[in-house]
């Protein structure tokens, strides 16, 4: 989706008139282009100033001859052109109201092509960008119809994000909370025991425990990274806990040292929910290396993708085993259809995991992208002290899912911006709410969670397609700030 699109010859020659053309002419042109201007040359075919539908009208109603050229209405006009080289980014700030073409022109001042500021235009927050192996290896699926839970692109699939993560083992799950789920199973995590989970997070994580029959504990976040705080975690360890489920938020990693030194002290399980920073690092180390058992989504949405997908990483290998044969209906794995225990129906089908396998081949060049994405829109925000940047705590690497920030909301409330922002083509979405704000997850909160109510309220995530460029995210900030006014 860009800007501006190439034009033909014909296209420009139907912009253009000469000055000495009458006024019937150049309207008969602006009817026939349908662009509401002409570019009005000398007999050399040198620029020498717009004229716009509105120009001839005034014109005619404050009495101006019909039979006067199109060069008289120049008089007392500037118009606007640029060097036909002129960055995409430059042209994008000339623009405004009455300015929405602008000729470009050569050494000798002539219109080679004009810049067009496209009305219409969207910006969905999220889409996936298959260009890499994916058709072929989906192909490769296909034609040897291996396209079920068995196939070669599942174990390799399993055995380069295990990789990725420098973990000993993966079992892919047929979506990311499947996987949580398959997880706290394999601890052994039931009825009786609780689970911590942070306030501020996507509804699956706190699911998942509920699945279990265990008792969700939901604790506040910090300010500084959105994450869940491990003083909180502190505050609510009791006699029934039994794990934590720390969520690296919109990308950034979770204090996970301090948070693995608390559950060490305590005997208990960790189960990191990475399904929003993939490739996020603390000191080096990806998340998803840290905890016991480690989640991975990879809905179409997330940072790679497999359309519908999950995955467990951990360095157990008895824990891996677990969750294989509860994935798989529980079947016993050497006596088929024999069942040992209840299992589910949890599998990553062949053709999630091939695709998976073309994202995870280029995930760096993904993760880079979406920094540079990151760093567009932060460039372009910054003056415009409507937006408090995600912080980078030190000493980690975090990644960028969605454009994440927080809203001052001075001229304009949260949800007035985003719908005006919606009507221009840009789609933006709020913070999660707060578990503890639904009624149906509000008695699983012992403390009042302040911070993530005000996070909550506040922020604002805009969108990270893989296929634009800088100009369309100038463009895309250009909106925002429009938006806000
Ligand atoms: C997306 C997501 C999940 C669930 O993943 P699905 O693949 O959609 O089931 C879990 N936790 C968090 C934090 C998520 O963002």
């Known amino acids: 989706m860009g800007v501006s699109d190439v034009r033909t010859e014909t296209d420009i020659r139907m912009l253009i008139c000469g000055s000495e053309q009458s006024i019937i002419e150049g309207l008969k042109r602006i009817d026939a282009n349908a662009k509401g201007m002409i570019f009005v040359v000398d007999n050399e075919e040198r620029f020498l100033g717009a004229v716009t539908d509105g120009d001839i009208r005034r014109s005619i109603i404050a009495g101006g001859p ?64 298959l260009d890499g192996n994916e058709l072929n290896y989906v192909l490769r699926c ?3 119809n291996w396209i079920s839970s068995q196939g070669s692109f599942v174990t390799q699939f399993e055995n380069d994000f295990a990789q990725f993560l420098g ?32 306030d501020l997070t996507f509804a699956a994580t706190i699911n998942a425990v509920l699945y279990t029959g265990a008792t969700p504990v939901i604790v506040d976040v910090q300010e500084a990274s959105w994450c869940v705080d491990p003083d909180a975690i502190k505050n609510n360890i009791s006699s029934k806990t039994r794990a934590i489920i720390p969520v690296h938020l919109y990308g950034q990693p979770c204090d996970m040292p301090q948070i693995m030194d608390i559950a060490d002290r305590h005997g208990l399980y960790v189960v990191e929910d990475c399904a929003q920073a993939h490739g996020a690092e603390i000191s080096g180390r990806r998340v998803g290396s840290f905890g016991h058992i480690n989640c991975f989504s990879f809905f179409a949405n997330k940072i790679i993708t497999t359309g519908e997908g999950g995955v467990c990483v951990t360095d157990n290998e008895e824990w891996v085993e677990r969750m294989r044969i509860l994935r798989d209906h529980g079947m016993n794995k050497d006596r088929r259809y024999w069942h040992d225990v209840v299992g589910y129906n949890y599998r990553m089908t062949n053709l999630q995991a091939a695709i998976g396998v073309a994202q995870l081949e280029k995930i760096d060049v993904i993760l880079r992208k979406r920094d540079q994405i990151r760093g567009w829109y932060e460039n372009n925000l910054a003056d415009c002290g409507e937006f ?75 969108p990270t397609l893989m296929g634009l460029d800088e100009e369309a995210y100038v463009r895309i900030a250009r909106t925002v700030k429009e938006c806000i006014q």
């Open 142 to 144: 296909l034609s040897t």
């Open 66 to 129: 019909l039979d006067a050229s199109i060069g008289d209405l120049l008089r007392g006009k500037e118009s606007i052109s640029m060097p036909v080289n002129t960055p995409v980014v430059e042209l994008l700030s000339l623009v405004n109201q009455s300015i929405k073409i602008i000729p470009l022109l050569d050494d000798n001042g002539r219109v080679t092509d004009y810049f067009e500021f496209q009305a219409k235009f969207h910006a969905a927050i999220a889409s996936t960008h």
């Open 388 to 462: 408090e940047m995600q912080n980078i705590i030190p000493g980690t690497r975090s990644v960028t899912w969605l454009f994440s920030t927080l809203f001052h909301g001075k001229r304009v409330d949260r949800e007035t911006f985003i719908a005006r922002l919606k009507k221009s083509g840009v789609d933006a979405r709020p913070f999660f709410f707060a578990l503890s704000a639904m009624p149906v997850y509000r008695a699983h909160a012992r403390d009042i969670c302040h911070v993530s109510h005000g996070l909550s309220a506040r922020g604002v995530n805009l």
């Open 167 to 198: 973990m000993k083992h993966a079992a892919s799950a047929m979506n990311g909370t499947a996987a949580l789920h398959l997880a706290l199973l394999a601890l052994g995590i039931g009825p009786g025991d609780e689970v911590i989970v942070p």
